[in-house]
């Protein structure tokens, strides 16, 4: 496939408290082994654009959006909850995290693309359309999604493999019968969202110590099925690897090859379903050596499963 990195220096920029397990050193994992393993020469490099409150409005409140700006203090740190911190350059990844995924959108439906992973910070999974929690502040995949429907795209699937629920773009989308959400997750675990599913809404508990074999099961037996009927036009990944049984930011036991085996089933029903193509965003990830391996498995099943038909 036609995939490229899409990110930017300034995403660096954005700094919490000391030690906070969402640092910088995330991307240079990723970056690095993309490197060691010779990768970095089978994929277009891009730098993600500058986005601007029009696309946070896409899916957030004009009131949240506005605290977030007026708090970028001037130094030192700003909370936004108990895990989320604003720094001096915070909105200076900010901007180029949300601006990923706009690019990501228009290279692909310009047929430029079929693929790009999106290896940006702040994460976005959490964050509702009032609400920034969980380390994140703005929905970068949301805002992506919202963008892609603004520009003529009719169905959408957004898939969330993080470790934790992907609340937030849930509690976006839940009622919109055009974005079909499908979520796997630790559970019970943070956020501790009530689980619930309807016909765009999948939710897909795994219990602490969930494996591969369980992820196979879950995506055979409860995506799939949904994702054929939907037919979506356009896929995107919330593409945490906190799930992979180095991470102790949670429980379940994955490994690189079973991220390498779902993202080959992604790239597979994307072909079957003649879709413009996949967009992924880095969500979670916190041990740096696991988060590096799976990131690069997961963007090489990309490159190597074909370009879309």
Known sequence: MRTAIITHPYCRKHKMTEEHPECPARLDAISDRLLASGLDIAVEHKAAIKADTSHYALVHDQAMIKEVIDKIPNEGLAS???????????????????????????????????????????????????TSSGFCVFNNVAIAAAYAKAKGVERIAILDIDVHHGNGTQDIFKDDPSILFCSLFQYPFYPNTAIENHQSLINSPLAAGADGNDLKALFQQQWLPKLETFRPQLIFISAGFDGHLEDDMGGLK????????????????????????????????????????????????????????
């Open 254 to 309: 994955l490994v690189e090859q079973d991220y390498q085996w779902f993202t080959e089933q992604v790239v597979a029903l994307a072909k079957s379903q003649h879709c413009l193509g996949i967009i992924s965003y880095l969500e979670g990830g916190y041990d740096l050596s696991s988060l590096g391996r799976s990131a690069v498995t997961h963007i090489k099943a990309l490159v190597e499963e074909g370009e879309l038909l």
């Open 80 to 130: 936004l909850d108990g895990d989320t911190w604003l720094c001096p350059d915070s909105l200076k990844a900010i901007e180029r995290a949300v601006g990923a995924g706009i690019l990501a959108v228009d290279e692909v439906i310009a047929g430029n693309l079929d693929a790009a992973f999106c290896a940006v910070r702040p994460p976005g999974h959490h964050a509702n359309q009032s």
